[in-house]
């Protein structure tokens, strides 16, 4: 029921969830990020890649088959819903596997995780993209995007993630204390001329993801790092 609650809710970006997550990261290229996934649903964008490409992570080389309990899920937003991807026993089978588990999850694209059962920790293991890294999920067209950092980087979205916004773009972070989003637009208040984020810059953790809605048909996400 939740399931459907969050997929139809997902026009509107109003989903029923409740997460507790702790994260640590290594500061090498080759690193990991460790994240305590609690019972319903949480936000996530996979920070580290498999072999340095960017573009061969998937949930079974990501998640792995012995991470989340029995019924959960992973949900991949597709720029208009959300698709579900359910980790499952088959009928005569006693092993669990990922209903698509070849499906993307390549970092900078964010995610929903449904944990279906108790707390479990999961550790995502890869490689730290350096150099210029060009988030490709805020294609030409504005709308929508669920994103996250290509990297293993939090804090301030533009300062510390390097986002460049425009004018009248929405930042919008899951918050797990009121089960609901936080908004922040980035707008020029009244008796000023500088646009700033309203109601105060928004914070992301390693790893998390949010949706960025954004009116700016060129937008571009892009991150410099250097090794």
Request: hydrophobic share 40%; net charge negative; charged share 5%.
């Amino acid at each position: 029921m939740r399931t459907k609650t969050l997929l139809i809710a997902a026009a509107a970006l109003a989903v029923s969830a409740g997460i507790s997550m702790a994260q640590t990261y290594s500061q090498n290229i080759v690193g990991y990020v460790n994240l305590t996934v609690v019972n319903g649903y949480h936000m996530y964008a996979n920070p580290l890649d498999l072999d340095g490409t960017g573009v061969n992570n998937t949930v079974l080389t990501t998640l792995g088959t012995n991470t989340l309990p029995v019924g959960s899920q992973v949900l991949t937003w597709n720029g208009a819903s959300f698709v579900v991807n359910s980790f499952s026993i088959p009928v005569h089978k006693t092993v669990p596997v990922w209903s698509s588990p070849n499906a993307p999850l390549n970092p900078g694209a964010g995610i929903f995780i449904n944990n279906n059962g108790p707390a479990t920790n999961i550790m995502i293991v890869g490689t730290a993209l350096i150099g210029t890294q060009v988030n490709p999920n805020l294609p030409a067209g504005g709308g929508f995007y669920c994103v996250g950092s290509v990297v293993p980087v939090g804090g301030d979205i533009t300062t510390n993630l390097q986002y460049n916004p425009a004018l009248h773009d929405q930042v919008l972070v899951w918050d797990d204390g009121i089960q609901s989003y936080d908004v922040y637009t980035y707008s020029i208040p009244v008796h000023k001329t500088l646009p700033v984020w309203s109601p105060s810059n928004p914070q992301v953790a390693v790893g998390q993801g949010f949706f960025i809605n954004t009116t700016n048909t060129a937008a571009n996400w892009t991150e410099i790092v250097n090794p």
